[in-house]
């Protein structure tokens, strides 16, 4: 087979459909020949070195999160004076895309917003979280394997991932039906779905509704339940956060499930369905389970990239970058940085600084939801292979071994399937003594 190379010089990284379903090549090939290097179509800064990208995400002085999720154009709404931005941006705020999200706030306020959400997310409560998550994977694996046949993201991954951050906040069981029939019952807008718009209208209001409802009503009667700790949680200072600003924090762990675990949970299922030998390692030794996910995050990172702004001038990878310079940190290159990993290129289930990857981020914005969404992953893992005896690829929907065809996510942010048809065999039901 010949391997092509992709030059960024010669390819659009944001329009190319190529690029957006295949994107290695042009990840080694920047890694070989530009860590850091300035596209020349819309003069982004694209970052794919492991070590350039840590620099980034360790100076949120200079490096700001306000355009996190938007695109790699950036019209400034204000004219450039001076060498720091930094307060002229947070009163422009409104102008950004997501702008109410805690993963587009920079210090102090993303500091503030998020002493909140890891009060809800505490090792405590993940491990009272665990059960659910276990009984929620058979509830809905009763369902598919039944039929020896399942579409694996909407029969099992879009509601699963909805309720186990349904269950970790607290919402009552006899609204999970709502939060599914909101969330999972179509195909949401997918950032960078191969488009080159700065803006993107949330679809979480409902959600800010609801949250703001409960947050209301357990100030007025506390009850002994995760929302009320919800309710009564303050920030650093001691203040009590308006209930908009504790329903968006709340709603953000939903948008982020949907946005990155579901695709996690694809990828790995994916790669165990189309490779029979690791399929049966892991099915006869538990225990690698984690590092094979955290494998599959090195080289598959469910959110290729996202963006920076600069807010002072800086230097990265020996470019000068003045003020006011958009940036986009490649996470599903860096895992491929081969001074960091050995044969980067090579999955090995069992490598040993798998879990250096930057997936999950570093630095102030690490995902707080990390260790939920390796729970998810990790369970439903074990439970499916506990309960069948194969998995397989549908061959009618995604075609034979030497030739698939998959219903990728058409974007440059983020890799997935948007849907990944599976065959399985249950593991028989031992007879019942009379």
Not at 343 to 359: C, G, I, T, V, Y
Request: aromatic residues 8%; negative net charge; charged residues 25%.
């Amino acid at each position: 087979m010949t391997t092509v190379e992709i030059s960024p010089a010669d390819t659009d990284f944001f329009t190319d459909p190529e690029v957006a379903a295949k994107a290695e090549p042009y990840f080694d090939h920047m890694l070989a020949n530009h860590p850091v290097f300035q596209e020349p179509k819309y003069g982004v800064v694209i970052v794919t070195g492991y070590e350039e990208a840590l620099q980034v995400y360790h100076q949120p002085d200079v490096y700001s999160s306000i355009n996190r999720t938007g695109g790699p154009v950036v019209d400034l709404p204000f004219e450039i004076v001076g060498d720091d931005i930094s307060e002229i941006l947070e009163q422009h705020r409104s102008f950004f895309a997501q702008n109410d999200q805690i993963v587009t706030f920079d210090p102090p306020m993303h500091t503030d917003h998020r002493s909140i959400l890891m009060g809800l997310i505490t090792p405590k409560r993940l491990k009272e979280n665990e059960q659910f998550l276990k009984d929620t994977a058979d509830r809905y694996l009763d369902q598919i394997l039944a039929t020896g046949k399942s579409e694996f993201i909407w029969d099992y991954c879009k509601g699963y991932t909805i309720l186990a951050v349904a269950d970790l906040l607290g919402v009552p069981v006899e609204d999970h039906q709502m939060l599914l029939d909101l969330l999972a019952s179509e195909p949401g807008p997918v950032l960078g779905n191969l488009e080159l718009q700065a803006n993107h209208h949330s679809s979480l209001e409902r959600l800010y509704e609801y949250f703001v409802a409960r947050i209301e009503e357990r100030r007025l009667a506390p009850r002994d339940d995760v929302l009320t700790g919800m309710a009564l949680a303050t920030f650093p200072d001691g203040s009590l956060p308006e209930p908009i600003e504790v329903a968006r924090i709340a709603s953000n762990m939903f948008a982020a499930g949907q946005e990155t675990t579901v695709q996690l949970m694809g990828i790995t299922m994916q790669r165990i369905a189309d490779d029979a030998e690791l399929q049966e390692r892991l099915r006869q030794d538990f225990s690698l389970i984690p590092k094979f996910i955290e494998e599959t995050l090195r080289v598959e990172a469910p959110i290729k990239g996202s963006f920076r702004l600069t807010k002072r001038p800086t230097e990265l990878g020996g470019l000068d970058l003045p003020v006011g310079t958009v940036v986009m940190l490649l996470h599903g290159a860096s895992g491929r940085d081969g001074r960091v990993f050995e044969d980067p290129s090579r999955f090995d289930a069992e490598r040993p600084n798998a879990r250096q990857h930057l997936a999950f981020g570093r630095g102030i914005h690490t995902c707080p939801g990390a260790p939920l969404a390796r729970a998810e992953a990790v369970f439903t893992i074990q439970r499916i292979l506990e309960r069948t005896t194969s998995i397989s690829i549908d061959e009618w929907h995604h075609g034979p071994a030497d030739n698939r065809e998959w219903d990728l996510i058409r974007s440059y942010k983020f890799r997935g399937h948007t849907h990944l048809y599976l065959r399985h065999e249950a593991v028989e039901s031992a007879p019942v003594e009379a």
